[in-house]
């Protein structure tokens, strides 16, 4: 499979572990109807969650490859869904006592309803098999076997988080929707109380129906801290998984799309927010159909993905302009509920804590800063595919840059200037790109000044957080390109610094030169290596460019731009002493479903390979003696030493009826690997080949890997395969 595994996120301060948590739980048009022939809905706000849900109302629904490896590549739990409605008490019921084996004798009869571990079992193989974490459970129907059938259920839930724990990992997940209470009735609470706890207490997390007034998220807090610390601390003899609970634990629902949810659904989502209040209260919030941004406004006239993109942002991070109101239309109140009075639209992340991504050492972090979207598909600054409706492939997204968008965070250099900052703002770009479908493109305008030394002026332009670990050097590399006004020019240079320490301090890192190399098409790299200093175990760290502009006529206003197209940081290589290993390709295979006749207008078949490492060449090797204490080689882990590929770029040549093919520089790029889960591994048909491949003698198909650190394979270093047609009567 080619999904990644789940890493955790560094820990946060102690003061910010406190506070409350973020669920999506993604209902989007029953699920599974993303296209990749079109802008469509992605979601690009993973800093803010903990734990994404993809839901539909299917018996289960296991999450696709690309939203997984999207929520894992940023340290987000990806769970999928259990669900039993209307009709599904049999069912359920099922899922408890198992399934009897054909040919077996009578079945155990006691007084008590059976729980078999056989379904638990299954759920938790198929979340390991797919590189998922774990399970929403919906029991929306009601349970006639009462008390006894609930217990039972309840019963099944512990042996499912035991299976998910073995099988997934210790982070796995099994969260309870606030539905059936413990007689078997479907009574939604809205809030934890004594009817629904014993189901809190054998899962993981509660999600809570979105219905409640505004004084329940107080009377959930209230009857959580009156439980017995015992039922909520973990006992080791107790159980084999954690029985730890705390208000972090209590996800309580809010509906996007309204329905009965304080505030009204919508841009008045944050009424309901407010009360919750994960920041004092530290109650988790669970926000229901987030993508209401799309299906609520996409029939309207003149929508489009950069119109949707707007409406997205302002839910989540607010207007581009900071001085822009943002109407929140009245909500309906429910008969008797009194006003409740709100200050002025927040946006959702004014009440969450900001995530960094896993730590570097762990998962190499890689971003093309890609929402997932685009029009055109570049190679190393190349547009080789360039579509008419644009697509979507939610594997290829990636960190949009936390510290530059939505607004960069530019300060001087020197942090004694008396002049007015330059004015900043970012914005995805699909026109151009390094690797992918766009750039982040950030515009810097600066007024003119009369100050002495105004002709060089230098600011500090950070563009990712992270958190790193003491003895583990990393490297960082950038790619970006530069426009200045006329009268103009820039010395951009790559940098890390300190945002804070585990003791609260700033330290000195240990920070490299930058190296710089000019590729083609004006795009620029730049790569360093730092360390932490002794005494420190881990830090957060900022990555971004220091900036400096030299204008021949300080005195007029000024504007240039940088486009960003790639960011990687990763552990630094071994030293020259280590044998480090060369990722490629080595071999490629097509197998056709149909005979390869030409001309042919149905040719499908499946493009498969394999990748490795390979050594450099030996020098002679001599030992002085059997005694000598240095080994002939020496080699690095196995991370280091194996390949990892994001993805893999396919591309075909047509056989011409007379000559030798073309070099692969001349191929045509036909698609990506990412969109089925399958890491090496690529389906063609005749719908991705342009026609005048086909009027040839054969096609060949090219395969191209991309490092996980964002590196296209040079092409001696890929594979290729001939698939020659037959000639009938020739």
């Not at 938790?124 to 006639?144: H, I, S, T």
């Not at 530019?410 to 690797?435: G, H, I, K, R």
């Not at 830090?539 to 940088?562: H, Q």
């Not at 002679?620 to 080994?631: A, C, F, L």
Request: proline share 8%; with cysteine; glycine share 8%.
């Amino acid at each position: 499979m080619g999904v990644l595994e789940y890493q955790a996120r560094p820990q946060l301060a102690e003061s910010l572990n406190r506070r409350g948590k973020l669920l999506v739980c993604h209902d989007y048009k029953g699920g599974y109807t993303e296209s990749p022939s079109g802008l469509c809905y992605t979601f690009n706000f993973w800093p803010l969650c903990d734990t994404f849900v993809y839901f539909s109302h299917h018996r289960i629904t296991v999450p696709p490859s690309g939203w997984t490896n999207a929520a894992h590549r940023q340290g987000v739990k990806m769970l999928g869904t259990l669900i039993f409605e209307g009709s599904g008490e049999a069912d359920c019921l099922q899922l408890i006592v198992g399934c009897p084996q054909a040919g077996a004798g009578p079945t155990l009869r006691t007084d008590s309803i059976p729980i078999s571990r056989r379904y638990a079992s299954v759920l938790a193989e198929l979340a390991r098999q797919r590189g998922f974490d774990g399970y929403l459970l919906n029991v929306e129907c009601p349970l006639r076997g009462g008390p006894e059938q609930a217990r039972a259920l309840a019963g099944w839930i512990l042996l499912l988080r035991s299976e998910l724990v073995t099988k997934v990992g210790p982070h796995a997940q099994v969260i309870w929707y606030d539905s059936v209470i413990f007689n078997g009735q479907l009574r939604w609470q809205d809030r934890l109380n004594s009817l629904n706890l014993p189901f809190f207490l054998s899962s993981d997390a509660l999600f809570t129906n979105y219905f409640w007034p505004p004084s329940f998220p107080a009377l959930t807090t209230q009857y959580f801290m009156s439980l017995d610390p015992t039922l909520i601390s973990d006992d080791a003899k107790r159980s084999s998984i954690s029985s730890v609970k705390s208000l972090q634990n209590i996800f309580t629902g809010v509906d996007v799309w309204g329905r009965g949810s304080h505030g009204g659904g919508g841009f008045g989502s944050y009424k309901a927010m407010t009360h919750i209040d994960p920041q004092s209260l530290g109650l988790s919030v669970a926000l229901f159909g987030q993508a209401w941004t799309w299906e609520s406004e996409q029939d309207k006239p003149g929508w489009n993905w950069d119109r949707w993109w707007e409406y997205e942002r302002k839910l989540w991070v607010g207007p581009a302009d900071p001085q822009e109101v943002v109407p929140v239309p009245d909500a309906p109140r429910r008969p008797g509920e009194p006003e409740c009075p709100h200050d002025a639209f927040e946006p959702v992340s004014s009440f969450l804590v900001h995530a960094t991504p896993p730590n570097p050492s762990q998962l190499v972090f890689y971003t093309s800063f890609s929402p997932g979207v685009g029009r055109s598909w570049f190679v190393e600054g190349v547009n080789v595919l360039q579509t008419e409706n644009g697509w979507t492939d939610v594997d290829k997204q990636s960190s949009i840059g936390n510290l530059v968008w939505p607004r960069p965070s530019v300060t001087w250099e020197n942090n004694d200037c008396p002049e007015p900052l330059p004015l900043a703002s970012s914005m995805l770009d699909m026109s151009d790109a390094w690797n992918g479908g766009n750039t982040l493109k950030v515009s810097i305008s600066c007024a003119g000044s009369t100050a002495d030394d105004a002709f060089f002026r230098c600011i500090w332009l950070p563009v990712q957080s992270l958190d790193v670990t003491s003895l583990v050097s990393y490297d960082v590399n950038i790619v970006y390109k530069t426009v200045a006004c006329e009268g103009t020019d820039l010395d951009l240079g790559l940098f890390v610094k300190p945002l804070m320490a585990d003791d609260g301090d700033l330290p000195e890192l240990n920070v490299e030169a930058s190296t710089q190399s000019y590729l083609k098409n004006g795009w620029i790299k730049q790569v360093l290596s730092f360390s932490l200093p002794p005494g420190i175990a881990n830090a957060s760290i900022a990555v971004g460019l220091i900036t400096g502009f030299v204008t021949e006529d300080p005195s007029r206003s000024l504007d240039f731009s940088v486009s960003f197209g790639q960011l990687a940081v990763y552990p630094s290589s071994p030293t020259a002493r280590i044998s480090k290993g060369t990722p490629g390709i080595l071999w490629a295979k097509f197998q056709s479903t149909k005979p390869l006749t030409s001309p042919s207008t149905g040719l499908s078949g499946l493009l498969t390979w394999d990748i490795a490492s390979f050594f450099p060449r030996l020098t002679s090797q001599v030992i002085p003696s059997s005694e000598d204490p240095n080994p002939a080689w020496i080699l690095d882990d196995i991370k280091e030493l194996f390949p990892s590929f994001l993805y893999f770029n396919i591309y075909v040549n047509p056989h011409p009826l007379s000559g030798s093919v073309a070099d692969p520089t001349a191929a045509i790029f036909i698609g990506t690997t990412g969109l089925d889960g399958r890491a090496n591994r690529f389906y063609v048909d005749s719908t991705i080949l342009p026609k005048n491949v086909m009027d040839g003698r054969g096609l060949r198909f090219h395969v191209q890997g991309v490092s996980d650190k964002g590196d296209v394979l040079p092409w001696e270093m890929c594979a290729h395969v001939d698939c020659m047609f037959e000639f009938g009567g020739r």
